[in-house]
């Protein structure tokens, strides 16, 4: 009898677990989505950029959390999601801070990301991330004001290169 309850509650129980789970994975992508692509608007020069990758498909998979997703490249906008709509072009496997470090300009080579595929591109996808540059002031300015705006990223570089030196210790 116990036995039938444990079987009972693993086949039964459980599935709304794991779907609970894969609607809050897919929550998270659609709010990621929605940031990458307003981040995106600040950079009109990023979005031409992303011309060169339209209609292109990367498959990304998180090793230390299990998960992966695909980000596909259409209309000079991101989307994220749990399936590939297309082939995919290019497969990056890594872990979270391997991907952080991945983002940002000056990274070194890291030999714990693994990419298969179409490597020209990672390459155009790498030299669009290291071109990025929105343009925070504008969008501050828009939400808080001119002067709150520009008063608040200037305090927020002088933290990030204070950061910077710590870290660099």
Not at 40 to 61: F, M, W
Not at 98 to 113: E, T, V
Not at 140 to 169: E, F, N, P, R
């Amino acid at each position: 009898c116990s036995r039938l309850y444990e079987y009972r509650w693993r086949h039964c129980c459980a599935t709304p677990r794991i779907q609970t789970h894969m609607m809050l994975f897919e929550t998270l992508l659609a709010i990621m989505q929605n940031v990458i692509n307003y981040t995106l608007s600040l950079d009109p020069h990023t979005q031409s950029a992303l011309a060169g990758l339209n209609e292109r498909c990367i498959k990304v998979h998180i090793e230390k959390l299990n998960k992966t997703f695909y980000l596909h490249i259409s209309c000079q906008q991101i989307f994220l999601s749990q399936t590939a709509t297309k082939t995919v072009d290019l497969s990056v496997h890594a872990n979270p801070k391997d991907l952080w470090q991945l983002s940002q300009k000056n990274h070194a080579p890291n030999q714990h990301i693994e990419m298969h595929g179409n490597m020209h591109v990672a390459q155009q996808l790498g030299k669009v991330m290291h071109d990025f540059k929105p343009d925070w002031e504008e969008a501050l300015a828009q939400t808080v004001g001119d002067v709150a705006g520009v008063a608040i990223v200037q305090s927020l570089q002088k933290v990030h290169a204070y950061a910077k030196t710590v870290a660099a210790a």
